[in-house]
DNA sequence: TGTCGCCATCTAACCGGTTAGTCAACGCTA
DNA sequence: TAGCGTTGACTAACCGGTTAGATGGCGACA
């Protein structure tokens, strides 16, 4: 492990990272352990990131990218978006909990590539529309798509009402991803996939 | 300041640590800022309340409890239901991310209370649903329940999705309701209120 | 009535462990 | 040997928690 793989260790720090500060947080996350997690030495951290501060960031970022990467918006079809998104919230639970940190502490970093995301979807649904020009949808995009996420991502580890309750009988992953599906259907309008 | 009003200066301290739990979570905050805050002396803090995470605990009880009492639950109407809890979430926005908080640490204190007052509405659901009996619910009352709270709270400065974005153009609160419960209503399957 | 002692309330100062961040040097490879 | 990658040792500040003591109201007793 002498020389010679930079990278690899720098990758190694930010999975560890993203480990720790997925389940303390920022405020709670430890550098120490970071370090001991990635097996090389604190110092190394500040060599490749300055600050806890900024490798929170860097950590946010790549995973936040890693998720506009991932899951392909579909405005016509928006179930089945939703259905992708619940599935994603449910592989990586650390991603959500990392997300749901940034937003409480006042993390303002990854709020313009936020932002970037929301408009353009908003922007592909309201082309959607207009194309398939039906009767006019009942709500407006910006609020279609806060209440898909909302819904996709109600039992995912970071939210305060899914999983924590009840956790012994929770409901199969598979009938939810049918039932939010279903649910985003008759708010939208879309036909529903099930019966 | 010196004698006589012990109850006014645990209602100080736990008002003061509730805005700084609320600010920067059990992690972020600091004991002293609180004792600060409520004008006390630190050690008082430790007389009262035996530790930090105690006092996070009692913060978290204390104020759980208040929004069990002031939303009442109505199985019979849940659009608006959701409508209030939405009221709720923007009067207090605090208090959400003091619940957001807690969910994300292991906070297990709460978890009792709020299995309770979730089987309760079930209950209450199911009752509600055997009483009038339709065609049968699309849904089951958890799901339905969880869904809810979700939406009513996707908005609330608690939620990632909501206000961080475009925080300048946010829509007014008075149609977000609206919407919100109507979105609730088509989810449900109720009438809706509007036309 | 004066005052003595008691107890609840509250405080200033301190403590020891922890934590983010730094420094100077070492080894391996080219 | 030049330099990148890496490290163990170090430090200054911070932070939760503690200790010893000050303040002042109040009842008991003479």
Chains 1, 2 share one sequence.
């Not at 002498?2 to 720090?13: F, Q, S, V």
């Not at 997690?37 to 300055?50: P, R, S, T």
């Amino acid at each position: 492990m002498a020389t010679g793989n930079a990278e690899a260790t720098k990758a190694r720090i930010l999975e560890a990272a993203r480990d720790e500060f997925s389940a303390h947080g920022i405020a709670g996350a430890r550098v120490d352990r970071i370090a001991k997690a990635a097996g090389c030495n604190k110092n190394l951290l500040y060599i490749y990131f300055q600050s806890k501060e900024t490798l929170f960031a860097t950590v946010l970022e790549q995973n936040l990218r890693r998720v506009y990467d991932e899951l392909r918006f579909t405005p016509d079809d928006l179930p089945g978006y939703a259905a992708r998104v619940f599935d994603f919230s449910m592989a990586e639970p650390g991603l959500m909990r990392l997300m749901a940190w940034a937003g409480l502490e006042q993390e303002t970093g990854a709020v313009a590539l936020r932002n970037a995301a929301q408009s353009a979807k908003v922007s592909a649904m309201e082309a959607a529309a207009r194309e398939a020009d039906g009767p006019g949808a009942r709500f407006a995009p910006e609020f279609l798509l806060t209440a898909i996420l909302a819904l996709a991502t109600a039992w995912s580890a970071a939210s305060p009402f899914g999983p924590r309750l009840s956790p012994g009988l929770a409901t199969d992953p598979a009938t939810l991803r049918m039932q939010i599906a279903d649910a985003v259907a008759s708010i939208t309008g879309a036909p529903r996939t099930g019966p």
